[in-house]
């Protein structure tokens, strides 16, 4: 059974995907000395990629092993072989383990969200490895996707990589097999190890959280001040310190990695960290890592100051809308759009435990009832085009009753557009049942009544 191995000829392009499914790997990461014999060659630059749980970490430790004097940079900050999580490392095997020699912060564990600050870190880890030294990468396990095509070209680039190692399942096609196509460097497929199982989740959080408390030993607590630093990447609000508490952090000098550490607390604008002592620095990098509830790293969920949570339509209607009809919570507010993503702008907002309700402009309001319209005491108008304005034909309808005035906001010429069409009918029966309405115009920093 012969190897699968490509180099750059684009008569492969159009059928790369076929010849992977049609033939067998020689190649198996259960004897991975075959493989270290096809990468004894000085300098060679490789790259193992393949979808989580192929064994890919397990044969570049094996592969290490086999080739004394190679590096191995990390490139999966959320489960990394060796060094710290959230970064990409760049180590060495010695004297029966790993020895990690520089790493980047990313301060996140997720590199498909985070590529374009992971494949920079790999650049500049990948111009530290000396010449006619072997390299292998151990990339992310983001291997589907626009995430998955964009990683995979991009990596090959940043390391300079002229052999990749795809780890396959038995049976199973390569994923991204356009995209392998297309890489002008040299394929070869590999059977992954019977036994490579992708460990659950508690296992990794465990085998992370582990990494990083070894990786913080030794770390003490000191105050930043956060006035004199530069605040990178996607910090929380200040004004909500107890968001910062065991975010995953890095002291940056000339863009530079010197030093990750732990947020312990923020009070106004100190921020007391572990960190190594001395690491001094001109920037603070904070993303998404940080403790959990049970004190393990991992991935902190998006802050907001209020959650937004999707609830049950507010006003179901028989009248299906052009699109997802997005209904959501956030703090005390229902917000619904009414007629999809796709139909008339009408926005609707209703303040919980209040008969009340808002709109924001007044596309066709067929979805919404009249005893809706009879709560609605302000609407926001952005502009007087008929997929903006047609619905108030259904409020005006809607509220010939006894109510109190409706607010209309809206720019220049509002009150003209909304006569015109109030100008439209006979209200010679309506009498003190009427609709009221108050329009307002916007004119600048100005309202005109």
């Given amino acids: 059974m012969p190897a699968l191995c490509f180099a750059r000829d684009p008569s492969h392009h159009g059928s790369m995907s076929n010849v992977f499914e049609s033939q067998t790997p020689r190649f198996s990461a ?53 060094g710290v999580p959230g970064a990409a490392c760049l180590g060495h095997l010695a004297d029966g383990g790993w020895q990690t020699d520089a790493v980047e912060a990313l301060c996140s564990l997720d590199a498909g969200r985070f590529r374009l600050p992971l494949v920079a870190a790999v650049t500049r880890l990948a111009g530290e490895v000396p010449a006619g030294t072997t390299l292998l990468l151990d990339g992310p396990g983001v291997a589907r996707g626009i995430a998955g095509a964009e990683l995979l070209p991009a990596l090959c680039q940043a390391a300079g990589i002229d052999r990749l190692l795809v780890l396959l399942r038995e049976g199973q096609p390569p994923r991204l097999a356009a995209e392998l196509a297309a890489l002008p460097v040299e394929v070869i497929t590999v059977a992954a190890a019977t036994a490579a199982q992708r460990p659950g989740k508690a296992g990794r959080g465990r085998a992370r959280t582990a990494l990083w408390e070894a990786w913080l030993a030794g770390a003490q607590a000191q105050l930043l ?21 065991g975010r995953q952090v890095a002291l940056l000098a000339s863009g530079r990695t010197v030093a990750l550490g732990e947020a312990l607390a923020l009070t106004g604008q100190e921020l007391q960290v ?27 969920r998006p802050f907001a100051s209020e959650p937004v949570c999707y609830v049950p339509a507010m006003a179901p209607s028989g ?72 619905g108030f034909l259904w409020l005006l309808r809607s509220r010939i009753a006894l109510l109190p005035a409706c607010r209309l906001y809206g720019p220049p010429g509002l009150a003209g557009h909304v006569a015109g069409l109030v100008r439209g009918f006979l209200w010679d029966r309506a009498a003190e049942r009427a609709p009221r309405f108050e329009v307002a115009e916007l004119h600048g920093d100005r309202q005109r009544c």
């Avoid at 990468?39 to 004394?68: C, H, M, W």
């Avoid at 990178?232 to 909500?240: D, F, I, K, Q």
């Fill in 30 to 82: 259960d004897s991975p000395g075959a493989l270290a014999d096809l990468l004894r060659d000085a300098g060679r630059r490789v790259l193992l990629f393949g979808p989580p749980g192929v064994g890919k970490s397990t044969l570049i430790t094996a592969l290490a092993q086999d080739l004394p004097g190679s590096r191995v940079l990390g490139a999966d900050p959320g489960t990394p072989l060796f």
């Fill in 225 to 245: 001040d956060l006035a004199g630093l530069a605040v990178l990447g996607t910090p929380p609000p200040r004004s909500v310190p107890e968001a910062w508490a």
């Fill in 274 to 300: 572990r960190l190594p002592p001395g690491a001094t620095g001109d920037a603070l990098l904070v993303r998404d890592a940080g403790r959990d509830a049970l004190g393990w790293l991992s991935t902190v």
């Fill in 319 to 390: 009248v299906s809308a052009p699109g997802p009809r997005l209904s959501t919570r956030v703090g005390n507010l229902d917000v619904e759009l009414i007629n999809g993503v796709f139909g008339d702008p009408l926005l609707h907002l209703r303040p919980r435990h209040l008969r009340r309700s808002l709109l924001f402009d007044l596309g066709e309001g067929a979805r919404l009832s009249a005893r809706l319209a009879h709560q609605v005491s302000d609407v926001f108008i952005s502009h007087a085009h008929m997929d903006h304005l047609a």
